[in-house]
């Protein structure tokens, strides 16, 4: 995996605004980012904590923001109840924010309601956009101000303490659908998904494949030199299928790429 390649994937990443989550937005773009970043990656990590890596990287990296703490469990008679992702600090302000942080993959189901924060689902149908957020309203943000966070950040006046959700999302809808989104929806549909059917009747010998692993989603298809054809990849998708994993396969065909899941379901 490209480290810069990585790094510049949840630079350039879109994030869900207040519009759409209800939630005050920590947008990436707010960083004062030296062009052409890169620092070291761990290696044996899941998505997530890769993604939440990369962000504290980048936070410790900006000229107008510093990281005071991440990743702090806290604890209530001697049980885990929640974990804070960040507080960080607004270099010019002074005023310091609780940041929670997400990297999701949702596909567009318009079968479910008529309200699209209803529809929005993860690949393999086990989580949702609508659940997300009410986990974030009713349990990841209030646990700030639980007595076990107050007396786990001493220091701090939680009461002055804001709060904010950086919500980067990659987008998929189903293959040749016609309907509308908003802009904020709209700029961050990177590709569709389709079932095995109609992705085998779309196959031709001009197409090359490839399936990145779990910790290269969201990156650029174009920066990958690894391809193959049909028959290198159908082995791999069946067996996913076959376990209900739906995976995301990007296409070569000349000069064009493109993303998209194949779902089980």
């Not at 956009?129 to 639980?146: H, I, V």
Request: glycine share 4%.
């Amino acid at each position: 995996m490209k480290t810069k390649s990585r790094i510049a994937s949840i630079v350039k990443a879109n994030s869900l605004d207040f519009s759409i989550t209800g939630l005050q937005t920590f947008d990436l773009s707010v960083l004062n980012l030296a062009t052409d970043l890169e620092f070291q990656l761990p290696t044996n990590v899941r998505l997530g904590h890769l993604v939440e890596k990369i962000v504290s990287e980048l936070i410790k990296s900006s000229t107008n923001y510093k990281v005071l703490y991440e990743n702090i469990q806290i604890i209530e008679d001697t049980k885990t109840i929640g974990e804070i992702d960040f507080i960080i600090e607004d270099e010019n302000t002074k005023q310091l924010i609780h940041m929670e942080l997400a990297y999701k993959f949702y596909l567009f189901d318009p079968s479910i309601s008529h309200k699209p924060i209803n529809n929005w689902i993860g690949p393999n149908r086990n989580d949702s956009l609508k659940e997300k957020l009410e986990k974030l309203k009713t349990k990841q943000f209030p646990l700030l101000y639980a007595n076990c966070t107050r007396s786990t950040f001493d220091t701090i006046a939680i009461d002055e303490v804001s709060q904010a959700l950086c919500l980067l999302v990659s987008l998929f809808i189903p293959y040749q659908y016609k309907g509308s989104f908003s802009p904020i929806y709209q700029k961050a549909i990177k590709g569709y998904y389709l079932n095995m059917e109609t992705f085998v009747s779309l196959d031709n010998s001009a197409k090359n494949y490839y399936i990145p692993s779990k910790k290269e989603w969201g990156m650029d298809p174009s920066e990958n030199e690894n391809w193959t054809d049909f028959n290198g990849i159908e082995k791999h998708i069946t067996t996913c299928i076959n376990e209900k994993q739906a995976p995301l396969i990007w296409q070569k065909h000349k000069d064009s790429y493109l993303e998209f899941f194949i779902v089980w379901w």
